[in-house]
């Protein structure tokens, strides 16, 4: 079967760090782009990080350059966002999938393109 399940979401105090997990079963992650979106209430779902298949090519939104690091660990088959410097504005949502491509730009999801549950980032004092 298919999946991917995101974790490593909680609360934390604004300036404070979290490492969000993205692990495949059913398939080799090291084979796709892979993409972090995240999606607070009432908003619409941004993508904020991707990690291209070949040459590991790394892009971040504007928002979180320079606070976030996408990573792979391909003998896990689970792709990282390391977090840093939070603020309340990055409380979300987060969630991975398999996108069309990643480089200067971030793909969208595929067709088919498998979700996780998502986990969940409070960022408060």
């Known amino acids: 079967q298919v999946q991917l399940v995101e974790s490593g979401g909680g609360l934390v105090h604004p300036g404070g760090s979290l490492t969000l997990s993205c692990t495949a079963s059913?398939?080799?992650?090291?084979?796709?782009?892979i993409g972090w979106f995240r999606q607070a209430p009432g908003k619409e779902r941004e993508g904020v990080s991707c990690?291209?298949?070949?040459?590991?090519?790394?892009y971040y939104s504007a928002s979180v350059k320079g606070r976030f690091t996408i990573s792979r660990d391909n003998p896990k088959n689970t792709v990282y966002l390391h977090m840093g410097s939070l603020k309340p504005d990055d409380a979300a949502v987060y969630y991975c999938?398999?996108?069309?491509?990643?480089?200067?730009?971030?793909?969208?999801?595929?067709?088919?393109?498998?979700w996780g549950p998502g986990t969940q980032v409070t960022v408060s004092a």
């Open positions: 999938t398999t996108i069309l491509f990643c480089g200067t730009t971030m793909g969208a999801p595929g067709r088919f393109a498998t």
């Open positions: 059913g398939f080799t992650l090291d084979h796709y782009a």
């Open positions: 990690i291209s298949s070949v040459y590991d090519t790394r």
